[in-house]
């Protein structure tokens, strides 16, 4: 059996390694306490907290669209109901 090595558990790391670890040993490192990277949840004296990093993501390919399905199903992701504001004007606001 191949054995792979992932260097940083973000979006795409974690990614890579659910993927590989289908048909794969995987061994995943992160330089932080846990995983996520960018998109991480930071708390604050043990009791409250924040995301930082990634606010949102927004797929277009339909393997990923299916991916972030599966996310959301297992509660792993959550569908943001907020509104978006462009600064570029050539798109719309919503």
Known sequence: MSEFCIIGSGISGSTIANL????????????????GGR??????KGKTGFDHGTQYISPKTKEFKKFTKD???KRILKVWRGKHVFLNSKKKRR
């Open 20 to 35: 590989l670890n289908k048909k794969y040993s995987v061994i995943l490192f992160d330089k932080a306490r846990g995983p």
């Open 71 to 73: 996310l959301i199903k």
């Open 39 to 44: 998109a991480s949840f930071k708390r604050i």
